[in-house]
């Protein structure tokens, strides 16, 4: 696995074989340098693009969120289990006509109540294979 640390060691060596080199002309010593820098940006990249990114504590809901929201402006309802990524369940709603997303409180009687029915109706459609 490549090590970003080990990039200063790669160009101190490569740095001190050119500088040494006598029998090297000023343009080949250019295009080495240049080809070691290509070479070094790919191999960095390839290290960047390969390291994982898990945001820690970015929940969707940054308050409490709401603690009712009309059945009849309801279009979508997505709910979120405690990961690493946030600690606490969300819901979010997406809202009809304007597709406006509101952050549902979870502890609310009412998201209780949309929790059960939502898992009903997920266990009920399970059941026909819908």
């Excluded at 304007?98 to 459609?125: D, T």
């Amino acid at each position: 696995m490549f090590h970003p640390h080990a990039t200063s060691i790669y160009i101190r060596t490569i740095s001190s074989f050119l500088n040494s080199s006598s029998e090297l002309s000023n343009l080949q010593k250019k295009t080495m340098r240049s080809a070691v820098v290509l070479l070094l940006t790919c191999m960095l990249l390839a290290y960047v693009k390969g390291v994982a990114i898990a945001p820690k504590g970015r929940c969707l809901c940054m308050d409490g969120g709401v603690n009712f929201i009309p059945h009849r402006n309801i279009a979508n309802i997505n709910i979120y289990h405690p990961s690493s990524a946030c600690n606490h369940m969300e819901i979010i709603v997406t809202l009809k006509d304007v597709a406006e997303k509101k952050c549902l409180n979870p502890e609310s009687r009412f998201a209780q109540n949309l929790i059960k029915n939502f898992q009903q109706n997920k266990r009920s459609l399970e059941k026909t294979g819908a």
